[in-house]
């Protein structure tokens, strides 16, 4: 009773760093313990409703065939068939699917990498006629819908052959002013001292920038890389329009092809879904602190 | 003579190689902060022209061109751009991706705001829920299209069946007239306000919790404390989401695409769709380009007056 008093009252109730939610909106006040019971209960409620997706996707791509297309669909797998993961592998390529995906996502995001982080480093720290105007054109074009390219886009790659290679599906997305733009925020960011010092020491423009600028940048880069990364493993439309054989395509249109050959076998389907989303979770749950951190340090969160 | 072939020599090498005006200048370029910022931009400024300069400009070109990629073009004036008057197709694709946009953004936001508000605790379990939450952003899109469309199935769907438990009888969301389009703006805010819950979740730790704390001195309700000290600190934050997902739903494709491949009837039919079946089932691309670019119109109308907005609602200092 007395420990709950204190506990209300005393320095434990900053713990609920948010003073909005130690009281009701009545302004009738609950102790904190109660209140972060409350606060538990409603984390855990949302965060099941939003995972009741993706947990309906694993457990129907492990259920029987007959299971799985019943009138009454049900939940839980009565018995796991693993063997489905051998089987959606088998109906589709989808390995060599994924491994298209890993080269288009990956080329796409290795080349926006490095020559963004070049031309940023350029528009942050070098000075040379017509920098403004032209970073003003880059800025432009963020507002561009993708769509307004696609048509020129897929002109030009069809002209050069390249429909259904990897140049032809990688290079086109290699270049985005978006890259260029966070980067160079957070170039502007370091101060300069440090790469005037490396100078002063002899380090020529280059040095400085891949033994000063980037390894500071380097969350910054890697925030770029995993965004980019995510965005083209699930990307649709172009594969879709720049694809047209089991060479280059990826999941995003696999999938769809997987569809359209079988129907609605579910409990397949699903699986192959499932091992389409898999590489992306685990990805991302390596690289979220980044992300998260990448967010906040480019100050897309605040001010 | 020989001492004349010996000057015609000397000078020969540099008038080959185009002589600069005064000796040096070229090596002293070479070594110049514009040169080495030039050699820094070339890589990014070549793909930037091929492949987005670039192609803005030709999509200007084309939308006047009547085109189907295996005949020669002819031009066709601004006779795309008056087609787009007299297509129903079209006007019902832009009304479709209106609806989407101003209904699926609010809700987003709302979304993304309340649970970002959930997790501001400091409580040390915060970071495994933040991190659940943000897994359907991590999904892929086409991947868990399907899932919805097992989760929407008419009679025995879990959606339906959830309802059936408070005695609701769902809809055929899917395929009703008046549902599918309900039913793909519910998958899509569940699939994206994970993204506006980590930059609200920026946003609010960017607050300092002295302004709090001298509200609730000042007798404040925590509504009061929401509405003076929350929202407007938090508004640069709301107007990046905005911008973004206004940008986003506008070119909405793949879960329609996939969940209902615009219909039933035209009901889902986005414009981003509609630009795909008429440049790439139809080869009408002079008016795919025609349409991308109204499109264009459209986004940057909107993200402008955003941005007229912004002077008035968002603030940027303390």
């Given at each position: ?40 209960f ?16 694993v ?25 489905n ?13 994924l ?5 288009f ?22 000075r040379?006629r ?17 769509q ?27 270049f ?93 389907l ?21 992300f ?12 | 003579?020989?001492?004349?072939a ?32 030039w ?34 073009p ?5 006779g ?126 960017a ?53 209902t ?15 795909y ?10 008016y ?22 912004q ?8």
């Open positions: 009773m007395t420990s709950d008093l204190a506990r209300a009252t005393g320095p434990a109730s900053a713990h609920v760093a948010h003073p909005a939610w130690s009281a009701l909106p009545g302004g009738a006040r609950l102790s904190p313990p109660a209140a972060r019971r409350l606060l538990l409603a984390c855990f409620l949302v965060t099941a409703v939003s995972l009741t997706p993706i947990v309906m996707m457990l129907v791509a492990f259920q029987s065939d007959t299971e799985s297309m019943s009138a009454r669909p049900s939940f839980w797998p009565s018995h796991w068939h693993t063997e993961i051998g089987r959606a592998f088998d109906l589709v390529p989808l390995g060599r699917y491994l298209n995906t890993v080269f996502a990956g080329g796409t995001t290795l080349l926006e990498t490095v020559t963004a982080a070049l031309a940023a480093y350029a528009f942050a720290r070098l040379f017509g920098r403004s105007a032209l970073f003003g054109i880059y800025l432009a074009t963020l507002m561009v819908p993708t307004v390219t696609l048509i020129p886009q897929f002109i030009l790659v069809a002209k050069a052959h390249g429909v259904d290679t990897w140049p032809g599906m990688i290079l086109p997305h290699a985005t002013a978006l890259g260029v733009f966070l980067l160079r925020q957070f170039f502007l960011g370091i101060p300069r001292d440090y790469e005037e010092a490396a100078r002063l020491d002899g380090a020529n423009r280059w040095q400085a920038f891949t033994r000063v600028i980037v390894p500071l940048a380097l969350p910054a880069i890697a925030t770029l890389a995993v965004f980019k990364f995510i965005g083209q493993w699930n990307n649709l439309l172009w594969p879709l329009v720049v694809s047209n054989s089991d060479a280059t395509r990826t999941v995003a249109v696999g999938l769809q092809v997987f569809q359209d050959t079988n129907g609605t076998q579910w409990n397949l699903l699986m192959a879904a499932t091992i389409t989303t898999v590489p992306l979770i685990v990805l991302f749950f390596l690289t979220q602190r980044w998260v951190r990448g967010i906040t340090m480019s100050g897309l969160g605040g001010r | 003579m020989a001492l004349e010996h000057s015609a020599a000397r000078g020969a090498i540099p008038r080959t190689a185009k002589p600069p005006p005064h000796p040096g200048r070229w090596q002293r370029w070479k070594r110049s902060e514009a040169f080495a910022a050699l820094f931009l070339l890589p990014s400024l070549v793909g930037f022209l091929v492949f987005t300069a670039g192609p803005v400009l030709a999509a200007a070109v084309i939308s006047l061109l009547d085109w189907n990629l295996f005949s020669p002819s031009f066709a004036g601004l795309n751009f008056a087609r787009l008057g007299s297509d129903p197709t079209f006007w019902t694709a832009l009304g479709n991706t209106a609806y989407f946009t101003f209904v699926s953004v609010p809700l987003t936001l709302l979304v993304s705001l309340g649970t970002a508000l959930l997790l501001n605790h400091g409580l040390r379990r915060m970071a495994i829920f933040r991190s659940l939450l943000l897994l359907p952003y991590a999904t892929i899109t086409v991947a868990v299209a399907f899932v919805w469309i097992w989760l929407y199935i008419p009679h025995d769907g879990l959606v339906n069946s959830v309802l059936g438990l408070v005695g609701i009888h769902g809809p055929a969301w899917l395929v009703s007239e008046g549902w599918a389009m309900p039913a793909l703006i519910l998958m899509s805010v569940w699939k994206s306000f994970g993204f506006g819950m980590v930059i609200f979740l920026a946003g609010l730790a607050i300092p919790q002295q302004l709090y704390e001298a509200a609730r001195v000042d007798g404040a309700t925590p509504w009061q404390s929401f509405r003076k000290v929350t929202l407007p600190l938090l508004s640069p934050s709301v107007f990046f989401t905005v911008v973004t997902s206004v940008i986003g739903s506008f070119q909405v494709f793949d879960q329609a695409l996939i969940m491949d615009g219909g039933p009837g035209a009901r889902t039919t986005t414009l981003v769709m509609y630009i079946q008429t440049g790439f089932e139809n080869y009408d691309q002079g795919a380009a025609a349409q991308s670019l109204v499109l264009f119109a459209f986004v940057a109308v909107i993200t402008g007056l955003q941005f007229l907005a002077r008035r609602l968002v603030h940027y200092d303390v």
